[in-house]
């Protein structure tokens, strides 16, 4: 596609419930990053993906969080019973830097609530 | 941890003047970026500059780098209500994913 699409765009969901985010990135990207930016702050790293490789998991909060990137394309991060302080935008970027500066383009993200 | 930290948090100026953001940072980078976030909106790349620069120019923007000092400076010139966004710098230290500040709201009023 031309630009970053995540899905849902907007989720309201129970605290314990599970949810599953979308990300489609831009056709050729290889690599593929999950942030997630709370009220007000700055962009906290979650995940990146090479490929369909994970080599740098060291952000994923906790282990109710994991993320799936199939045929070097869409992926998808869950999270499993979620709690309240889940509740953030949640951010997926792509880019394609085999070498050289790594330019992120994004998504508009997925606002989560979690009541 | 944050990488880079945006200064100030906040900045309210008039249509017509200059804005300047300021990024500190910690450990030696490869490259710094700026990205502009409107509100409920994802990030857009701006401009980089790499460590061996020490200044840049695209349109209104101007960016500055001292990686002597770690800090680099984001200026938007003639801003207009437009411009109106958080504006966030990013560093690249080569471990292939950017670390961003939390980030300064700009408001231009008309």
């Known amino acids: 596609g031309a630009g970053v699409s995540q899905s849902p765009s907007n989720k309201v969901t129970e605290k314990g419930k599970d949810v599953e985010l979308r990300c489609d990135p831009i056709s050729g990207h290889t690599a593929l990053y999950w942030y997630r930016q709370s009220l007000g702050q700055g962009l906290e790293f979650l995940i990146y993906f090479q490929g369909n490789s994970a080599p740098d998991k060291s952000g994923l909060p906790s282990d109710r969080f994991s993320a799936e990137r199939t045929g070097g394309s869409v992926s998808t991060l869950t999270i499993q019973r979620t709690q309240q302080e889940d509740s953030a935008v949640y951010l997926c970027?792509?880019?394609?830097?085999?070498?050289?500066?790594?330019?992120?383009?994004f998504g508009a993200g997925s606002r989560l609530t979690v009541l | 941890s944050q990488q880079g930290e945006e200064d100030p948090q906040a900045l309210s100026i008039q249509e017509g003047e200059n804005a300047t953001m300021n990024c500190s940072y910690k450990?030696?980078?490869?490259?710094l970026q700026w990205y502009r976030q409107n509100s409920g909106r994802g990030l857009v790349h701006l401009i980089l500059?790499?460590?061996?620069?020490r200044e840049k120019h695209s349109g209104r923007l101007r960016v500055t780098l001292d990686t002597s000092k770690k800090s680099s400076s984001l200026l938007i010139t003639a801003s207009r209500a437009a411009d109106t966004a958080s504006y966030f710098c990013?560093?690249?230290?080569?471990?292939?994913?950017?670390?961003f500040g939390k980030g300064t709201m700009l408001l231009v009023s008309p």
């Open positions: 450990t030696s980078i490869n490259n």
């Open positions: 990013a560093t690249d230290a080569g471990y292939s994913t950017l670390t």
């Open positions: 500059i790499r460590s061996n620069e």
């Open positions: 970027a792509s880019s394609f830097a085999p070498s050289g500066a790594n330019v992120l383009t």
